[in-house]
């Protein structure tokens, strides 16, 4: 199984990362881990070249950052981006924040960062991993008007939006959320489990409330299979499958 969204890159790692990866190597086939930030891409390259074929990474500007990042910032972290593509599997988080942004110019300059964004994985021909938070039906908008495909929506939560986002082809990400939040769970119920991928958004979303790894993968598979009535062998290999097609990851890892 792949844990399809962490950020290993993040400080909570700093003391122990490679055991971290080491627990994660005895119980997972891969990890993806999201460089969200210029200053994180360095160490997230590093991390892809040193656990090969188990660590790989998707990269952009999380919209969280909009006010810190300048414009010359974003076009110098694309050009690495584009001259590290090999190293890259995947383009986000990227999308909206409605939460912690709330200026009307600043959620127009997420807007246009985000179509930047979607520009950019058109080009590499990379799938866009999206963040939406309180903000899923204008990122709805700007993925319909820029026609992007190959979508994954991390940490779905928008119940009324889940047809379309099935039906536009997208896959949805399930986390911890799902052990604690009726909306979460509802979602999982209603969606096709050909269109999950399993996600920890570590160090973030503990189930015990702690600081969470990626083998925490499993215990949101065994309530998905909990929710959907079917074994928990079932979820583990379909949700593989579907994180090996959706990146195109190499089929012997």
């Given at each position: 199984?792949?844990d399809?969204?962490?950020?290993?890159?993040?400080?909570?790692?700093?003391?122990?990362?490679?055991?971290?990866?080491?627990?994660c190597?005895?119980?997972?086939?891969?990890?993806?881990?999201?460089?969200?930030?210029?200053r994180?891409?360095?160490?997230?390259?590093?991390?892809v070249?040193?656990?090969?074929?188990?660590?790989?990474?998707?990269?952009?500007?999380?919209?969280?950052?909009?006010?810190?990042?300048?414009?010359q910032?974003?076009?110098d972290?694309?050009?690495?981006?584009?001259?590290?593509?090999?190293?890259?599997?995947?383009?986000?988080?990227?999308?909206?924040?409605?939460?912690?942004?709330?200026?009307?110019?600043?959620?127009?300059?997420?807007?246009e960062?985000?179509?930047?964004?979607?520009?950019?994985?058109?080009?590499?021909?990379?799938?866009?991993v999206?963040?939406?938070?309180?903000s899923?039906?204008?990122?709805?908008?700007?993925?319909?008007?820029?026609?992007?495909?190959?979508?994954?929506?991390?940490?779905?939560?928008?119940?009324?939006?889940?047809?379309?986002?099935?039906?536009?082809?997208?896959?949805?990400?399930?986390?911890?959320?799902?052990?604690k939040?009726?909306?979460?769970?509802?979602?999982?119920?209603?969606?096709?489990?050909?269109k999950?991928?399993?996600?920890?958004?570590?160090?973030?979303?503990?189930?015990?409330?702690?600081?969470?790894e990626?083998?925490?993968?499993?215990?949101?598979?065994?309530?998905?299979?909990?929710?959907?009535?079917?074994?928990?062998?079932?979820?583990?290999?379909?949700?593989?499958?579907?994180?090996?097609?959706?990146?195109?990851?190499?089929?012997?890892?």
């Amino acid at each position: 199984m792949i844990d399809c969204h962490c950020h290993l890159e993040n400080e909570a790692y700093s003391k122990d990362r490679k055991e971290v990866l080491e627990r994660c190597k005895k119980e997972l086939k891969g990890v993806i881990t999201c460089c969200a930030h210029p200053r994180d891409f360095d160490l997230t390259m590093k991390l892809v070249e040193k656990y090969k074929n188990f660590v790989f990474a998707t990269v952009s500007a999380h919209p969280i950052y909009i006010k810190e990042i300048s414009a010359q910032e974003i076009d110098d972290f694309i050009s690495k981006i584009k001259e590290n593509q090999d190293k890259t599997i995947g383009i986000g988080e990227t999308g909206l924040d409605y939460f912690h942004i709330k200026e009307t110019e600043w959620r127009q300059k997420q807007k246009e960062l985000f179509t930047k964004f979607i520009a950019l994985a058109k080009e590499l021909k990379k799938p866009l991993v999206i963040h939406s938070r309180d903000s899923a039906e204008d990122v709805l908008k700007i993925l319909e008007q820029e026609n992007a495909k190959e979508v994954y929506w991390h940490m779905f939560g928008t119940k009324k939006l889940l047809k379309k986002v099935i039906d536009n082809g997208y896959f949805i990400g399930a986390n911890a959320m799902i052990l604690k939040s009726k909306n979460h769970k509802k979602i999982i119920r209603d969606a096709p489990i050909e269109k999950i991928l399993l996600e920890t958004d570590s160090p973030w979303l503990a189930p015990d409330g702690g600081r969470n790894e990626p083998t925490a993968i499993k215990a949101v598979a065994h309530k998905i299979a909990q929710i959907k009535k079917l074994q928990f062998e079932q979820i583990w290999s379909c949700c593989e499958k579907n994180a090996i097609e959706f990146f195109n990851l190499p089929k012997q890892i």
